[in-house]
């Protein structure tokens, strides 16, 4: 099984900081045709999650240029350009190269 | 807009079966267009993080499942009724957990990425 690893695990920021989590696999998550298949997802308190990125890069539908996703292989990076309040919640990468589809352990956003 | 709707959550003992359903709402053209996309279980113990559960293809030929419950586990789909099953058995504690249906954001003949649509989600608990 692909393994996920996420840091850091807890993310205090300040609103209107920059925020920065890593994603790293222990396999490559690239293949054809030349896509990364890596998502970014974020569950906010008490809901469900909600596709934030995907192939890596792509932005979701309805999903705040602040969010970008950058990366290849299996090393891979989840920005926020300026944190609001909006964004407190936990953030989860998946790898959907093969199954089982495995996430990293979540890394818990919060506000200073 | 898509809409995902779990059920048949509850409360179950140890070694028992729960049977759970998802019903998806707002494809506009017809079963067809359910049929094109892959459907999945993800599921979330309390307090802990997400954990993919099992996937099944748009015609539900292809199905897969997680180690942890493989052979206990049976996924499938009515495309007529635009839903999406999980026959669960041998229920055991480490099962309890928030089940989340997810409709893939794009699928070909040969791949899909992306969770687009999410269900609310339903509470299985196993205990005694």
């Known amino acids: 099984d692909i393994v996920m690893t996420q840091s850091p695990l807890s993310l205090p920021v300040t609103p209107g900081e920059p925020a920065s989590i890593s994603c790293k696999s222990n396999?490559?998550?690239?293949?054809?045709?030349?896509?990364?298949?890596l998502d970014w997802y974020l569950q906010k308190p008490g809901q469900s999650p909600q596709l934030l990125i995907f192939?890596?890069?792509s932005r979701a539908s309805g999903v705040p240029d602040r969010f970008s996703g950058s990366g290849s292989g299996t090393d891979f990076t989840l920005k926020i350009s300026r944190v609001e309040a909006a964004d407190v919640g936990v953030y989860y990468c998946?790898?959907?190269?093969?199954?089982?589809?495995?996430f990293g352990q979540g890394t818990k956003l919060e506000i200073k | 807009e898509v809409q995902l709707a779990e059920s048949g959550g509850g409360l179950v003992q140890p070694g028992g079966s729960l049977r759970l359903s998802c019903a998806a709402s707002?494809?506009?053209?017809?079963?067809?267009?359910?049929?094109?996309?892959?459907m999945s279980w993800v599921r979330q113990a309390p307090g802990k993080g997400l954990e993919w559960v099992s996937a099944?293809?748009?015609?539900?030929?292809?199905?897969y499942y997680a180690d942890s419950v493989k052979g206990r586990f049976t996924i499938s789909r009515d495309n007529s009724r635009y839903s999406v099953y999980l026959q669960m058995n041998s229920l055991t504690v480490e099962d309890t957990a928030v089940y989340y249906c997810?409709?893939?954001?794009?699928?070909?003949?040969?791949?899909?990425?992306?969770?687009?649509?999410w269900g609310q989600g339903v509470l299985v608990t196993v205990s005694s």
């Open positions: 998946m790898q959907g190269r093969q199954t089982p589809y495995t």
């Open positions: 099944i293809s748009g015609e539900g030929d292809s199905t």
């Open positions: 396999q490559s998550l690239l293949h054809s045709p030349g896509y990364n298949y």
């Open positions: 707002g494809f506009t053209f017809s079963p067809y267009a359910f049929s094109t996309y892959a």
């Open positions: 192939l890596g890069s």
């Open positions: 997810a409709k893939r954001l794009y699928c070909s003949s040969t791949t899909c990425y992306g969770f687009e649509h």
